[in-house]
């Protein structure tokens, strides 16, 4: 079974820094594009950072110079760091990421269950 699996989260306060991880794991074959989203009750799931398989990061705007995604394709893993959190970061955030198993030999978008972080002021 392919999945995603996310760690890192927490309670943090503002202007502190904290490192989001994504395992991907199971019978993958392939892994393209991953990503990081997140999204507060109420509102829709947003985009924050995608990184290509040969490692080009791109933002949204509203984090720009405070995020970097990375990854390391050897361990199948996606970071996110955060610097300079400010209460309005406090969201769910998943993991995203476009792969290919073995069981169907198709590419599917995957998702994580998510993890909380939550930015005091």
């Known amino acids: 079974q392919v999945q995603l699996v996310e760690s890192g989260g927490g309670l943090v306060q503002a202007g502190g820094s904290l490192r989001l991880s994504c395992l991907a794991s199971?019978?993958?074959?392939?892994?393209?594009?991953m990503g990081w989203y997140r999204q507060t009750p109420g509102k829709q799931r947003e985009l924050v950072a995608t990184?290509?398989?040969?490692?080009?990061?791109s933002y949204t705007d509203s984090v720009k110079g405070r995020v970097t995604i990375s990854r390391d394709n050897a361990k199948r893993t996606v970071y996110l760091q955060v610097n300079s959190l400010k209460p309005e970061d406090t969201a769910v955030y998943y993991c995203n990421a476009r792969m290919m198993s073995l069981a169907t030999m198709t590419w599917s978008d995957y998702w994580g269950q998510g993890t909380q972080v939550t930015v005091s002021s």
């Open positions: 199971g019978s993958i074959l392939r892994i393209a594009d």
């Open positions: 990184i290509t398989s040969g490692g080009d990061g």
